[in-house]
């Protein structure tokens, strides 16, 4: 910042030497405007780890809960309420550490990017918010060792640049076992390590793990005549926290993060049925400027796969392939 205007008062300094004679006072009352616009200019064109880049607007973000995410009730409230209350708090003990849990096409990633756009201006596009893929990052069974050592870096490293930071960890059940355990120590309650507090850090992990049992719930409340909105979050931890300790294959499920309690909460994302798949459809059609069409987005609602066969209940894919498929309906 001081580089830039430095910059900027040698070029006012120039002009002035050469108007000097005939007005200093108000060239000079010039320089130091010129300086003043060339902060602000810099605040505006780079992304600064401050208050200009970085405001938690809780109503903000449940006005999009409501708008954006269809049939998520259970998730649009633990996620107002758990990042509200832990943004609120000027002294966390620990990082905000979320998993959000459901089948696949239901608005994990899209929540994901929810809560980074309450709370950075420049939602996923900003450089404090870093997203990891298994597949991509860390695919290579025998990179073990690099990865574990690439990620404790980066996220160490990250969070020493800006404390509040965020990392979502997409396909949590395709990452190799004890790749997670490497940044364990950063989730804890440690007021810092090695200098660096991580209690400001924000990490999201997404996977589909405990989807089936989720949807299992879902559907014993369709049998018992129940609406779906009476579904609670009791009802469903149990079904998540059950399939993460069963599935010791993958993930950081076997990972000393369950048993250590690092996880604040477990999100549970519910199964769609029809008539989200015709919202997210409508909400396509919006996006791509277009006059929303219901009879159009029926038609290919109508067409996709849905579960239990004999009900036909829940959409297979979810919302994941709208986007795609609507070509073919207009
Ligand atoms: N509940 C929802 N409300 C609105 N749009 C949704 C919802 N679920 C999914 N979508 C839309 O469908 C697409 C896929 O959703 P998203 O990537 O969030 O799914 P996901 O839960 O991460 O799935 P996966 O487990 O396969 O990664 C996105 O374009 C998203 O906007
Ligand atoms: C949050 O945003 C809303 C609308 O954008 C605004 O009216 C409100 O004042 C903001 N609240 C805070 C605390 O910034
Ligand atoms: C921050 O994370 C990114 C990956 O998102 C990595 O490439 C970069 O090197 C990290 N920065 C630091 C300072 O460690
Ligand atoms: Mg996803």
Partial sequence: MGHMC???????????????????ISTSFIGAGACYFGNKLYKYLYETCDV??????????????????????VASRVVLKTVTGYMQNPNPKKPLVLSLHGWTGTGKNLMS??????IYHKGMESGFVHLFTATAHFQHQKHLETYKEQLQMWVKGNVTKCPRSMFIFDEMDKMQPGLIDSIK????????????????????????????KIAEVALNFWNAGQEREEIELKDLEMAI????????????????LIDKHLVDVY?????????????????EMVARKMKPDKEVVERMA???????????????QGCKVISSRLDYYI
Wanted: net charge negative; aromatic share 14%.
């Fill in 267 to 283: 999100v549970p994302f519910l199964p769609l049925e029809q008539k989200h798949v015709v919202q997210c459809g409508l909400a």
């Fill in 302 to 316: 109508q067409d996709l796969n849905y579960f239990p066969k004999e009900h036909r209940l829940f959409a297979t």
């Fill in 52 to 73: 200009n880049w970085i405001r938690f607007n809780s109503s903000n973000l449940e006005v999009a809960l409501n708008k954006e995410l269809f049939g998520q009730h």
């Fill in 113 to 118: 990017q929810l809560i980074a756009e309450s």
């Fill in 185 to 212: 120590p950063y989730l804890d309650y440690y007021d810092n390590l090695d200098g660096v507090s991580y209690r400001q850090a924000i990490f999201i992990f997404l996977s589909n793990a405990g989807g089936e």
């Fill in 241 to 256: 926290t059950l399939s993460v300790f069963n599935n010791k294959q993958s993930g950081f499920w076997h990972a000393t």
């Fill in 6 to 24: 430095m910059t900027l008062l040698s070029c006012i300094l120039i002009t002035s030497l050469i108007v000097d004679a005939f007005e200093p």
